[in-house]
């Protein structure tokens, strides 16, 4: 039996997912990127993980800051996902474009407004898997708000109750 890449993508788009966006502070300005491989690992110590993709431009960025946030996209926040899931983007138009507004953590992680959840997260380790790198962050801190999450399902957006249009 042969695998074929296209076919591996067609069955984990049967496993939905929620929607989140890594934030980071460079130099004053905020990163981000739009990452659905996002799972917990551990509750003692409190521990999660997100993949990305060797060429995503926030790749080098978390090796370099080790300190980003997940921000737990809610269902309204289809707009902000897409904007930080393009390739070509700054944040110089994520307001303008998205509605994307963020805060600051003590520690000047970027924080986005009415994400569903939060978590301030400290890079513990990195492991190379394929064309990505799993990071494994410590969680110092977070934040959760009331309401339904986005969640992405066979390539599409969705709410708890079907399609987001």
């Known amino acids: 039996m042969s ?4 076919e ?22 905020v990163h981000g990127m739009t990452a659905n491989a996002f799972a917990s690992v551990s509750l003692d110590p409190l521990l999660v993980l997100v993949c990305v993709d060797h060429t995503a431009r926030t790749h080098a960025h978390l090796h370099a800051k080790k300190r980003f946030g997940v921000n737990i996209l809610a269902e309204n926040q289809r707009a902000i996902s ?12 994520a307001e303008e474009d998205a509605g994307a507004l963020f805060d600051r953590t003590a520690k000047g992680t970027p924080m986005l407004h009415a994400a569903l959840a939060y978590l301030e997260c400290r890079l513990q ?3 190379d898997a394929g ?3 799993i990071f494994i962050a ?16 066979h390539g599409q957006y969705r709410g708890i109750g079907g399609e987001i249009k």
């Open 3 to 6: 695998l074929d890449p296209a």
């Open 8 to 29: 591996f993508r067609k069955a984990m788009g049967c496993f939905a997912t929620g929607v989140t966006i890594i934030t980071l502070d460079l130099d004053g300005e």
């Open 82 to 93: 897409q904007y930080y899931a393009r390739p070509a983007r700054t944040h110089d138009s």
């Open 125 to 127: 380790s990195a492991e």
């Open 131 to 133: 064309d990505h790198t």
């Open 138 to 153: 410590e969680v110092e801190d977070v934040v959760v708000r009331k309401g339904d999450p986005l969640l992405f399902f």
